[in-house]
């Protein structure tokens, strides 16, 4: 029966489409910049060639992996189907993991002290620090560990059907109520802080599965992980997910909305 219901919500998402912002009629961005056709050129100067490249990436990824994924488990099923699977780890796999982030834990919260202090807004890179093998072996070989433990590397080899999986990139995140970022983005009262305020889709086209540990309670207002479900299938393979990804990629500034998602292990505690 689940299956049943997968392959029912899946085919129906799969006929939805990228949604499209009106700049011209939004309240904070219409009538503020007039069409100069210079600033295009320059603009897809740039961007075309990072295009280009994810549309290579796109084809290398559907003619070796396409889009129909392995669903052996419960997991990978509800991945298929929604693009994203919540769940709870035992405290046994989290609280080394916890430890040893605790260092950068702490060097991030200093750092946002500090802007508090000064007064000054709390950007999104702020609150993070990237997880790096040769900066942090320990920590690193920790988290790998940590999802090597949790079935998500297996997980993650078995929904793209590939021979294997690893660890990629990792960051530790500080996400403290009130951030700027992710509540007040319009700071002078043009229009209100959208819900989807941060959506985005990433833009490695290679097959991922970006993971979240929760260490500890996340609010609402501290700008926890979210995900529009079945999102993940709107226009596979198209040009607008090439173009939405390739205005994330280094070189271009940063664009895009929808989301995708991927596993996503939640600890409450």
């Known amino acids: 029966m689940s299956v049943t219901v997968a392959v029912e919500r899946s085919s129906e998402a799969a006929s939805r489409r990228l949604p499209r912002i009106d700049y011209r009629s939004h309240p904070a961005y219409g009538g503020m910049f007039e069409v100069e056709p210079r600033l295009r050129q320059e603009a897809e100067a740039r961007l075309l060639p990072l295009i280009d490249d994810v ?5 290398e990824r559907a003619a070796v992996f396409g889009y129909r994924y392995g669903t052996p488990s419960e997991v990978t099923r509800e991945l ?8 709870q780890l035992a ?15 702490e060097a991030i919260r200093g750092r946002l002290a500090e802007l508090r202090s000064a007064g000054e807004p709390i950007g999104f890179k702020a609150t993070q620090e990237l997880v790096a093998p040769d900066r942090h072996p320990e920590l690193w ?22 021979e294997g999986a690893k660890l990629k990139a990792a960051a530790v995140m500080v996400n403290q109520p009130g951030q700027s970022w992710c509540t007040d983005i319009f700071r002078d009262g043009a229009a209100e802080t959208p819900p989807t305020v941060g959506f985005h889709i990433d833009s490695s086209g290679y097959c991922t599965l970006k993971i979240v540990l929760y260490l500890n309670d996340v609010e609402a207002d501290q700008g926890p992980f979210g995900v529009i479900p079945t999102s993940h299938l709107w226009e596979q393979g198209s040009l607008g997910r090439v173009r939405r990804r390739s205005a994330g990629t280094p070189g271009a500034r940063p664009g895009g909305h929808g989301r995708h998602g991927g596993w996503l292990p939640d600890r409450t505690g």
Not at 55 to 59: G, V
Not at 91 to 105: C, K, N, R, S, Y
């Open 55 to 59: 549309e290579q990436t796109e084809r």
């Open 141 to 162: 070989k920790l988290a790998a560990q940590t999802v090597r433990a949790a079935g998500v590397v297996q997980t993650s080899a078995d929904y793209f059907g590939a």
């Open 91 to 105: 405290p046994e796999l989290l609280d080394p993991l916890h430890a040893g982030a605790a260092p950068l834990i």
């Open 80 to 87: 298929a189907a929604d693009g994203c699977s919540v769940r």
